[in-house]
C-alpha cells in the first residue's frame, strides 16, 4: 500500500470549514484515497473516499489533485464533535484488500 | 449504512486466562473480516485477515498461535486472545466489508484489561 503523510494536528473553529491535508506521492493507478475518523475510544468511522474525481457527500468534499499526489478532505463547517483523528489512506479497492491505517490527524474544533 | 457489531465493549481478565472477542456483520454477509490492535495514543495496527471458511493471514508479527481467528460464518469472525498476559492489553477493533467494491465499516472494539 502506499504511504500517506499527514500533519500531526491542526486546529479549527468551530463553525468554520476544516481542510485536512493528505500526501500520498507514491499512488499507484488503481488505488483509492479513503478518508476515516476516529473518536476517542470508538472504531473508526468511514467518511468518504474516491479516486481520481472531486466528491462530495453529506459528511465532506474529497479534493484530489490531478496528479492524485496529494488530496484534501473538507469539512465545511466543523463542530465541536468534529473533533477526532482523520486517517487519510491509499488502497486499492478490490474485494478483501486491507486498510493499512498511518498516524493521521489530530483535528481539535475549538469553540 | 453497514452495521458491524463488536462484543464484549470491555473485558477484564487475569493473566493466564483465555478471551473471546466476538464480530458479527449484522445486516450484510462479510466474506473477509479484518483485526486490528491499537494502543494508547498510537494508530491502528493490523493483526490478521479473516476468511470465512478458511484459515486466516496474519500480519508479519503476529503470534498466530496467541490470537486465534475463527471465521465460521458469513457473518461472524471471533478473535481470541489465549493465555492472555499484561501486555496483551489494547483496544481491539474488527471490520468488514459488505461486498466487492464495498467500504470497510468497523466496529465499536473491545478494550481487553489483563490483570
Known amino acids: 500500500d502506499a504511504k500517506t503523510t499527514q500533519p500531526t494536528s491542526m486546529d479549527c473553529a468551530e463553525g468554520r470549514a476544516a481542510n485536512l491535508p493528505c500526501n500520498h506521492s507514491?499512488?499507484?493507478?488503481?488505488?483509492?484515497v479513503y478518508w476515516y475518523r476516529q473518536i476517542h475510544s470508538q472504531g473508526p468511522q468511514y467518511i468518504i473516499h474516491g479516486l481520481k474525481n472531486n466528491e462530495t457527500n453529506e459528511m465532506a468534499s474529497l479534493i484530489i489533485t490531478e496528479d492524485r499526489k496529494s488530496s484534501t478532505l473538507i469539512l465545511p463547517h466543523a463542530t465541536l464533535r468534529d473533533t477526532a483523528v482523520y486517517y487519510c489512506i491509499v488502497s486499492p479497492m478490490e474485494y478483501g484488500n486491507k486498510l493499512v491505517f498511518g498516524a493521521g490527524t489530530i483535528l481539535r474544533v475549538k469553540s | 449504512g453497514a452495521v458491524v457489531s463488536q462484543h464484549p465493549s470491555r473485558v477484564i481478565c487475569k493473566s493466564g486466562t483465555s478471551v473471546k472477542i466476538e464480530c458479527r456483520s449484522l445486516d450484510f454477509q462479510a466474506t473477509t473480516m479484518f483485526w486490528y490492535r491499537q494502543f494508547p495514543k498510537q494508530s491502528l495496527m493490523l493483526m490478521a485477515t479473516?476468511?470465512?471458511?478458511?484459515?486466516?493471514?496474519?500480519e508479519q508479527g503476529v503470534e498466530k498461535d496467541k490470537f486465534l481467528i475463527n471465521h465460521a460464518s458469513l457473518t461472524l469472525s471471533t478473535l481470541t486472545v489465549t493465555s492472555a498476559h499484561p501486555e496483551d492489553s489494547s483496544f481491539y477493533i474488527c471490520?468488514?466489508?459488505?461486498?466487492?467494491?464495498?467500504?470497510?465499516?468497523f466496529g465499536s472494539g473491545t478494550q481487553l484489561s489483563v490483570l
Open positions: 507514491t499512488i499507484s493507478g488503481n488505488e483509492y
Open positions: 471490520s468488514a466489508r459488505a461486498g466487492i467494491n464495498e467500504k470497510l465499516f
Open positions: 479473516s476468511n470465512e471458511g478458511s484459515k486466516a493471514t496474519y
